[in-house]
């Protein structure tokens, strides 16, 4: 691990240096491990963790909740830079761009550390180039768990990025307490239109792409309000507007 840090007692990220051998489709997954404790000699607890960093970054990011009591963060959370953490060498997972046809509006609709796979995509040129808007929606429950918002809102004073900034539209839902954001849970804010309203785009069958991730209920439910309208979900087999993933 390069570097450890917190956004609120229970987010945090963190990096570690990419192993040259290692590539990635931004939107994917690698296993990270940890040992139960230090006397083991091999680590014995593994779980999934998509890449917040680009392509071409030459670290590896990561965005972790903290788990009360669970077996892999409680540990997590104590790691610092110069401790070590292991990766299985291997690229896992269906949320890419590859997906998809690459035109109209990309929506990318994040609940809690579901967020990360974006990050890595907004940290690719292809994703940029190949749309004509991106709209980003992150629903937490309070404002403070409002991760990577700097970085997001900064993007117009990207070096690489900043000329496509105006395409990208950053959409906070804050859902437990009131703040100027839709505090409605985004199945919510499509049902009732709202968010078309809210961030100025139509979601339409011809131009949207529509990527999900993160709590299996929110990525269900939400699928449920897009079904209604007409959308159905990307397969190989049958081109679609949906792609998701569920964190647990
Ligand atoms: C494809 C994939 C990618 C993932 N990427 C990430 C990631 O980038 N960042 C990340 O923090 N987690 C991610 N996860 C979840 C991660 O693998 C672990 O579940 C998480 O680190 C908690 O591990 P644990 O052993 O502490 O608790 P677990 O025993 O794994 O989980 C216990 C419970 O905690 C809750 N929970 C688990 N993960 C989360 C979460 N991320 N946010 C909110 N509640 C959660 C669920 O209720 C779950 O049943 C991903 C999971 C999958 C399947
Ligand atoms: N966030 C905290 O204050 C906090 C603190 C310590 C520990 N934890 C633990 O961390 C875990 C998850 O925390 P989290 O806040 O990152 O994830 P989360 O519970 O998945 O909440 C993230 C966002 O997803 C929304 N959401 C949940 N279910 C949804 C659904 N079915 N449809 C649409 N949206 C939905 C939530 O809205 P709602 O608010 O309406 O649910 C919230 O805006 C929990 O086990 C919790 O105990 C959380």
Redesign the pocket.
């Known amino acids: 691990m390069t570097r450890v840090w917190r956004w609120t007692d229970h987010l945090f990220s963190f990096r570690t240096a990419r192993p040259a051998g290692f590539r990635f489709t931004p939107g994917q ?1 690698a296993r990270l491990g940890i040992k139960a404790d230090a006397s083991e000699a091999e680590p014995t ?1 593994w ?4 890449m917040v960093s680009g392509p071409y970054d030459e670290y590896l990011e ?4 903290v ?1 009360p009591d ?5 540990r997590l959370q104590h790691l610092k830079a110069g401790d070590t953490i292991f990766m299985e060498e291997q690229n896992h ?1 269906f949320l890419t761009l590859e997906r998809f046809a690459l035109e109209g509006d990309l929506w990318m609709l994040a609940s ?2 579901g967020l ?1 796979p974006f990050m890595s995509m907004l940290a690719d040129p292809l994703t940029w180039e190949s749309f004509d808007r991106i709209l980003l929606v992150h629903s937490v429950r309070e404002e403070k768990e409002l991760a990577y918002r700097k970085e997001i809102e900064g993007f117009g004073g990207h070096p690489v990025f900043g000329d496509w900034a105006q395409k990208l539209r950053y959409q906070p839902v804050v859902t437990r307490e009131s703040t100027r954001f839709p505090n409605q849970r985004i199945p919510t804010l499509i049902q009732s239109n709202e968010l078309e309203s809210v961030v100025e785009c139509p979601m339409s069958l011809e131009r949207s792409k529509l990527m999900l991730c993160g ?1 299996p209920e929110m990525v269900q439910d939400t699928r449920a309000s897009l079904k209604q309208r007409g959308f159905v979900s990307a397969r190989s087999s049958r081109p679609g507007q949906i792609a998701t ?4």
């Open positions: 997954f607890i779980r999934a963790y998509s990561y965005y972790s909740i788990v669970g077996a892999f963060t409680s997972g809690g550390t990360a709590n993933e569920n964190y647990w």
